[in-house]
């Protein structure tokens, strides 16, 4: 394989919020079992958990032990748990098991990747789309894996702007292509849930890389975006 030689030396990333409408709602969860057998619920580090949100619910003034919240700590552990799943996966090593020769060199972009994540400065969700691109130069990778590529950086406690470059550069780094665009687009729990006026706001950040720096090439991406 290839050393990365051009990796990311000239990247590019930018931030701006615009007050675009319409992004649909989420539906929240009160199944007892929603997140139950899902990812590596280890015992020792669940029960650990569990007492810090014990500790939580006596912190905003509740009492962990009504009938309600009985199981609430274990619960929210395990989702937890689930939500950061991200950290026990290795994206690089996903990737690389999907790589293949092939000789086709256009814009390859997959539009509209659903992503979830949880901002690390309040522990919230922030969720919305992610639009991968990349130009291949001689090696391609399967299409599902750019959709699990974000979801593996975006199971992680992160800030929208770290998530995009994240995602940019291990692209950059396991295919080593002619360029990679990432956009993604978010409605942030934190600022939704802070005021009405900012209920619709959406969060926009993008990371490219090699040929996406071009205007043309950077024009062409956000043109297949719509934007
Ligand atoms: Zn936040």
Known sequence: MKSTSMKHGKTQSGTLVNESAAYPGYSS???DECFNGIGSNDPEIISEMSGAVYSLLEGVGENPEREGLLKTPERVAKSLRFLTKGYREDPEEMLRKAVFAESYDEMVLVKDIDMFSICEHHLLPFFGKAHV??????????????ARVVEVYARRLQVQERLT???RDVIQDVLNPRGVGVVIEAKHMCMVMRGVEKQNSITTTS?????FLSQSTRNEFLRLLNR
């Open 29 to 31: 969860c009160a199944d």
């Open 133 to 146: 691109a990349y130009i291949p130069d001689g090696k391609i990778v399967g299409l599902s894996k750019l």
């Open 165 to 167: 470059q994240q995602i």
């Open 207 to 211: 990371a490219m890389s090699g040929e």
